[in-house]
């Protein structure tokens, strides 16, 4: 009985081994990081702390006075990356966003545009027909006919004119 647990406490150890795998490190900033995956390239290898088991130093870190062997094959290579603080995601969402904005201000000016447009020509119309001296009947209130007097005419016409004044640029 005890062998078995003692093969399941060693099985155990051995499935957990992969989790105890951390890496410490200390950054720009004299912080010391963990994390279980390696730090970033910026970081010097004599920053590095402690490394997971099995995790060796590169070579240049074991023997810094010695020369490289082949300059070429040893020599870090530089991956072209965008400037730090922008992301071209980001931006393009941005200007998408922006554009999308501008459209909508447009198609909304458009849209006040067309109305005042139809409301400068049926306040033209209607100045017209009360230029002509025809009788103008309107509804009341109370749902009823009535025909409009000098001063109700006048002060229709006041308010038309208004309407005119301020659509008709």
Known sequence: MKLTH??????????????????????????KVFSDRAPPPDVADKNIVKRPPGRMPTQASTAPDAPPADAAATA????????????????????????????KRKADEERVTKARVENCA?????????????????????????IMDDAARAAELKRIQGIIDADCK
């Open 76 to 103: 870090p290579v530089q991956v072209a990356s965008a400037p730090k603080g922008i992301d071209k995601d980001l931006e393009a969402r941005k200007k998408q966003a922006a554009d999308a904005e501008a459209a």
């Open 6 to 31: 003692l093969l399941l406490a060693a099985i155990v150890t051995c499935i957990c081994s992969g989790a105890m795998a951390q890496w410490q490190w200390i950054d720009k900033d004299g912080r």
């Open 122 to 146: 049926r306040a033209k119309q209607a100045k017209s027909t009360f230029d002509s001296g025809v009788r103008v009947a309107r509804t009341s209130p109370s749902g009823e006919r009535e």
